[in-house]
């Protein structure tokens, strides 16, 4: 195999460890979400490096509305902020960007952002973005069974006809390919709710590492990873074959 095809094509991410990097200095949550915003642009800058194709980031899940109304707040902020502020350069660079999630869940003004960004970058070519925004991965599924169960009802699909691309193709990430890699940062080792169904064979690389400190050095770390590691997608290892 050469080394290209040992590139990750879709990398996912789930970005942990926020509030712990700002309490451990003193700080309040919002300012490590704050610099979590410089990690994601130090990995978009390291995929384009790589050649990556897709990074898809683990931005705000449904279950996030619990947590206080001001880090909700701010968080939402952070998006629009960010949206704003980083369209020229990925533009520039490139990169386009998509959402995924409930869209009509999230306030009106970050809709907005989201529409935006989704229509400025949309030319972008070398990397495609994808924000899982007020996603849930068991949402997402349900919503795919319901409108598969509507084609049903209307005779434009036969049950028997419902294969695992069917429901692929009713997911948010329909145009988009499964992970390959799935990093998750600030030392859990869970899924919690995210691609669940698109993660079924991607490589999952857990790291202690806070995400604020996951920089263009950890996602290569990250990729040398997964390069070392044999993909079997459930067979067996050719020379085993006989
Ligand atoms: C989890 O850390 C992180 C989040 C819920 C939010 C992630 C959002 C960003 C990094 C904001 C910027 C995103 C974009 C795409 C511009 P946590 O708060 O659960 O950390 P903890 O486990 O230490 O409390």
Sequence with gaps: MNSHAKIPAHVAII????????????????????????????????AITAGVRYVTFYAFSTENWGRPAGEVDSLMELLCDSVVRETPELIERGVRVVAIGDREGLPEKVRRHIDRIEG?????????????????????????????????????????????????????????????????????????????????????????????DFGEREFAAALEEYAGRERRFGNIQPTQNN
């Excluded at 970005?15 to 642009?41: I, L, P």
């Excluded at 030319?123 to 925004?133: E, F, M, P, Q």
Aim: charged share 20%.
């Design 120 to 212: 400025d970058t949309a030319s972008g070519s070398k990397l495609t973005i994808v924000l899982a925004v007020n996603y849930s991965s068991r949402n997402e599924i349900a919503r795919a069974a319901a409108r598969i169960a509507t084609k049903i009802t209307t005779g434009e699909l036969s049950p028997e006809n419902v294969t695992e691309e069917t429901l692929s193709a009713e997911l948010f990430t329909a145009s988009i390919p499964d992970p390959d890699l799935l990093i998750r940062t600030g030392g859990e080792c869970r899924l919690s709710n995210f691609l669940l169904w698109q993660s079924a064979y991607a490589e999952l690389y857990f790291t202690p590492v806070m995400w604020p």
């Design 15 to 46: 970005m942990d460890g926020n509030g712990r990097w700002a309490a451990s200095r003193g700080m309040d949550r919002t300012r490590g979400h704050a610099r979590g915003a410089d990690s994601v642009r130090a990995c978009i800058v390291a």
